[in-house]
């Protein structure tokens, strides 16, 4: 089973909406966490270089803004081999 990516967010945020939407289209786990009620995450993604919501964490990658091609990447790797393997 893949490890839940997490998606920090802001409210009223037009790609963070379209991010999670494709999230769920994927069947892909995810954890939501709104930046304005989360000084400690704000300060990571500050402390990672990141401007702008939202930002995605699937293990050893990230990306910030709405991107479909990432997230095909990873539904792609969801049933892979070596990650379903226990």
Not at 59 to 74: E, L, N, T, Y
Request: aromatic share 6%; with cysteine.
């Amino acid at each position: 089973m893949i490890e839940p990516l997490t998606v920090y967010t802001l409210p009223n945020c037009m790609q963070c909406t379209m991010t999670v939407r494709a999230l769920d289209a994927a069947n892909l786990p995810y954890t939501v966490i709104d930046l304005t009620t989360d000084t400690r995450a704000t300060d990571l993604m500050h402390q990672f270089g990141y401007t702008s919501a939202p930002v995605v964490i699937a293990r050893v990658v990230s990306w910030s803004g709405f991107r479909p091609d990432r997230i095909a990447k990873i539904t792609a790797l969801r049933n892979h081999p070596t990650l379903t393997s226990e």
